[in-house]
């Protein structure tokens, strides 16, 4: 098993670009989430997922989107990236209420 | 009141040396807790799970003190490795979102 994992591990980025970060787990896990983290603080959840087909906000959605068209599959979108989103990205899975796993994160860079 | 709070420390423990971590929690239905371990910028990983009846893993313990709401991670004998962030960590009652604390920062020192 695999696990969660994410791609791509580092990235930079220009001001205005877009980007998708990848997101994939073969735990057959209904749940799937998307967490950032800046230097020295917590994690901020951005979306979820509750199943296939279904997404909703987290805390700080401003300047992303995501889809789930699978159960394996949760893709998050930067569409006009900007400094701020600066940050690690972690992907993570679980069945409600149970341990969540963690991918290995993306480092964000935004110039 | 914050959800969940933890004292950021950090914690700074000679190698050998008994340390514990508090969490407080603000919903008093939660009824199960996670403490994760998290490595300088790696993920967090599960290093706990947390139910009425405590837990306890070879050098680690953890309590859960519901009169008061919190839960305690004691770690004995500590060792270079144990070195890292300590999250707490309620998992979803009524919601899908599980709380994250800020983390609490342990040094063991050589």
């Known amino acids: 098993n695999a696990g969660v994992t994410q791609t791509p591990k580092f990235r930079i980025l220009k001001i205005g670009q877009s980007m998708t970060l990848q997101c994939t787990q073969d735990?057959?896990?209904?749940?799937m989430y998307w967490y950032r983290q800046d230097p020295g603080m917590g994690l901020k959840l951005i979306y979820y997922?509750?199943?296939?087909?279904?997404?909703d906000k987290g805390e700080v959605p401003n300047g992303y989107n995501v889809s789930r068209s699978t159960t394996e599959d949760f893709p998050l979108r930067l569409e006009l990236a900007a400094p701020s989103q600066t940050s690690v990205y972690f992907c993570?899975?679980?069945?409600?209420?149970?341990?969540?796993?963690f991918g290995p994160g993306t480092r964000l860079t935004v110039l | 009141r914050k959800e969940v709070e933890q004292d950021p420390g950090p914690f700074n423990v000679p190698e050998g040396a008994t340390v514990a971590f508090n969490c407080t929690y603000s919903?008093?239905?939660?009824?199960?807790f996670f403490w994760y371990r998290q490595d300088c910028r790696k993920e967090p990983k599960l290093l706990m799970s947390?139910?009425?009846s405590g837990n306890e893993d070879g050098r680690f313990t953890a309590q859960l003190n519901r009169a008061s709401q919190y839960i305690s991670l004691l770690i004995r004998d500590s060792k270079l490795s144990d070195s890292a962030t300590y999250l707490c960590?309620?998992?979803?009652?009524?919601?899908?979102?599980?709380?994250f604390g800020t983390g609490t920062r342990l040094k063991v020192l050589a």
């Open positions: 735990m057959n896990h209904n749940y």
């Open positions: 919903n008093s239905a939660s009824q199960s």
């Open positions: 947390v139910y009425s």
């Open positions: 960590v309620v998992p979803p009652s009524g919601t899908y979102k599980y709380i």
């Open positions: 993570a899975s679980s069945t409600q209420g149970l341990e969540q796993f």
């Open positions: 997922s509750v199943g296939a087909g279904i997404t």
